[in-house]
């Protein structure tokens, strides 16, 4: 009793070229993506990273960041050279509420991961979450 079914006949009803269309809105070139219906079941060629920064649109308000390194440049009395820019990808996305505090404790369990300097981020749909709707990460 294949649980796979199930994406592979959504995946069909909306149509490979309206998902691949829609995928290359969170950064993943239509090239790359097979068109195929197994596209459905995660035959996507991509990289962690990748996979981790197109889901990272939802806990950040809508806003893909892009892996960098250096945030900002500065010269040597402190004005900014250079400032890293997110690419903004929705407007928002407003059918998930993104209020950390109330998210967290329901879509991330208790002493799941822990990192200095990083927060965790958790998504769930609008039927699932509580009332909060915070739009702002």
Known sequence: ??????????????????????????GFQKTLLPHALSLALGSLPISPLDLATAYAVFANGGF???????????NNEGKILLQAKPTYVCNPCNETYIDPDVIAPRVIPEDIAFSYGFSIKGRCTTRNCPTSKSSEP
């Open 1 to 26: 009793h294949s649980r796979n079914l199930v994406s592979i006949r959504v995946l069909d009803d909306i149509g490979i070229d309206y998902a691949v269309d829609f995928a290359s809105q969170f």
């Open 64 to 74: 893909k960041i892009e892996p960098y390194l250096i945030d900002h440049v500065t």
